[in-house]
């Protein structure tokens, strides 16, 4: 992918607005505490939620790739921070809720572990101070 690029622009207070190089935009603040106006996801968050996109990103092609029929993947993630400054992450769970038909077990397991292991440029930075757990539960659908 090569050279990444992005903007953030200060609009308010600390409101901001981060711009993709891909065009795409997203409202970050801070809270009352730290002198924000709680109108935009906080930047410490963004971490967690681009970890949840990349995961699931490689574990529903891997599915789909397996020709597995995969109607929903939700990813719930929770972080826990250091307490002291640089509060990074210390700790992440990384829960997946797949939704399709007849998925065996092995295969979501599997499709979790090459993402962590292999393809998630995300888990590999964050891993590099926290412990990445994953779990994972198949939620059968009953019609197509």
């Known amino acids: 992918m090569g050279k990444v690029t992005s903007r953030v622009k200060l609009i308010e207070g600390i409101q901001m607005v981060g711009e ?3 065009g795409h935009t ?10 924000g106006r709680n109108m935009g996801v906080r930047p410490m968050e963004l971490f967690l939620i681009g970890l949840g996109g990349c995961a699931n990103i490689d574990v529903l092609n891997i599915l789909r790739k397996g020709r597995h029929i995969v109607t929903d993947c939700e990813v719930v993630l929770q972080g826990e921070r250091a307490e002291e400054d640089p509060k990074v992450y210390l700790a992440i769970q990384i829960h997946f809720i797949v939704t399709g038909k007849d998925i065996p077990a092995k295969a979501v397991e599997r499709a979790i572990q090459l993402s ?16 990445i757990r994953t ?9 197509l």
């Open 26 to 35: 997203v409202v970050m603040d801070g809270s009352p505490e730290v002198g």
């Open 135 to 143: 779990s994972f539960e198949i939620r059968e659908l009953t019609s």
């Open 116 to 131: 962590e292991e292999k393809y998630c440029s995300a888990a590999a930075m964050l891993s590099k101070t926290a412990e």
């Open 20 to 22: 993709s190089g891909s």
